[in-house]
T-cell receptor, first 114, second 114 residues
Framework: AQSVTQPDIHITVSEGASLELRCNYS??????LFWYVQSPGQGLQLLLK??????LVQGIKGFEAEFKRSQSSFNLRKPSVHWSDAAEYFC????????????FGTGTRLTIIP | GAVVSQHPSRVICKSGTSVKIECRSL??????MFWYRQFPKQSLMLMAT?????????EQGVEKDKFLINHASLTLSTLTVTSAHPEDSSFYIC??????????FGNGTRLTVT
């Protein structure tokens, strides 16, 4: 069975500081990995995805993530956060080009302090 | 712009009544849509897979008679919460499968049962 672990429930960083959100997955085959962001009361917006190829993927809003098969990880990073980045971040794993049902992690809430 | 529209965004209903939530793909035909439920401060849990022209596939533990799903056209899936109770209060999110593209999510529906 596929699963996703986001070990950090809540992270607080200062505006302008770097950010790394952790994600570990379990999947029996080649994983399709995603990071989504959710603002309060809103749906999910795709930040980036990994299907194959280059293990460092670039996304929207200056985010990037690195797929490390040996560590079963897909951590999200941003070199300098902005106040508007405060939100809930979900890592997800799926199959079938990512169009099959996704399994989500429990999310990491990001708070930005001035 | 949004490619998946969900309506309504918020609904309050009385216990015992039924509520219908719509999920529309705006500029593509979706043979498959997914319905998720999100409890406060928790992750998204897949409830069911909605298949156009056939019965929905429900995840284990989801009451199919309570959460009726109809996917009558290639652009519309509906979720009806029947005989709603306060414990059904939650955030419901749909997603649609677009060919050769990751899942797109609606903005969610906040259901409050009084």
């Amino acid at each position: 069975a596929q699963s996703v672990t986001q070990p950090d429930i809540h992270i607080t960083v200062s505006e302008g500081a770097s950010l790394e959100l952790r994600c570990n997955y379990s999947y029996g085959a080649t994983p399709y990995l995603f990071w989504y962001v959710q603002s309060p009361g809103q749906g999910l917006q795709l930040l980036l995805k990994y299907f194959s190829g280059d293990t460092l993927v670039q996304g929207i809003k200056g985010f990037e993530a690195e797929f490390k098969r040996s560590q079963s990880s897909f951590n999200l990073r941003k070199p300098s956060v902005h106040w508007s980045d405060a939100a809930e971040y979900f890592c997800a794993v799926g199959g079938g080009f990512g169009n099959e049902k996704l399994t989500f992690g429990t999310g990491t809430r990001l708070t930005i302090i001035p | 712009g949004a490619v998946v529209s969900q309506h309504p965004s918020r609904v309050i209903c009385k216990s015992g009544t039924s509520v219908k939530i719509e999920c529309r793909s705006l500029d593509f035909q979706a043979t498959t849509m997914f319905w998720y439920r999100q409890f406060p401060k928790q992750s998204l849990m897949l409830m069911a897979t909605s298949n156009e022209g056939s019965k929905a596939t429900y995840e284990q533990g989801v009451e199919k008679d309570k959460f009726l799903i109809n996917h009558a056209s290639l652009t519309l899936s509906t979720l009806t919460v029947t005989s709603a109770h306060p414990e059904d209060s939650s955030f419901y999110i749909c997603s649609a499968r677009r060919p050769d593209s990751p899942l797109h999510f609606g903005n969610g529906t906040r259901l409050t049962v009084t």
